[in-house]
C-alpha cells in the first residue's frame, strides 16, 4: 500500500472510530494485530459483545461502496481473526460489523453494517 493509501487508511480509520463512538461502542483497541492478521477497530458494544469493525475508505468516485469492497476472502480473513479473538476472550460474545467512509464530497458519509459479516 502506498504512503497516500495508508495516510488514507489512517483517516478513515479515525473518522470511524469516532462514528461508532457516537453509537455507543467503546474502542478498546486500534490496529489490533492478532497471529492471523489485523483488526481495524476492536470495539465493545452493550453487554458482553466484543465487535471487530473493519473499515473501508474511498475517496474518489467508484462503482461500489466502501462496504461492497469487502470481498468474499476480505470476509473469510475476518472470520479467522473472529475465531482467534473467541480463543483469547471465551467469555466474550462477537461479531463482525463494518463501517464505510466516504470522501468523496469532501463531508464523509458513513455507511454501517452490524454484524455484516457472519462466520460458519
Known sequence: ??????????L??????DYVRGLG???VGRNVKLNCGEIDLLCEA?????VIAEVKTMDTDMLE???EQ????KQAKLCQLASELAGRQPD?????DLVGVDLT???PKFEYAENAVVCG
Open 1 to 10: 500500500m502506498s504512503f497516500a493509501g495508508k495516510a488514507l487508511g489512517k
Open 105 to 107: 464530497s469532501g463531508t
Open 25 to 27: 461502542l467503546k474502542i
Open 65 to 67: 461502496s466502501p462496504l
Open 70 to 73: 469487502v470481498t468474499r476472502s
Open 46 to 50: 452493550s453487554g458482553n459483545i466484543l
Open 12 to 17: 478513515g480509520e479515525d473518522l470511524a472510530a
Open 92 to 96: 466474550k460474545y462477537l461479531r463482525i
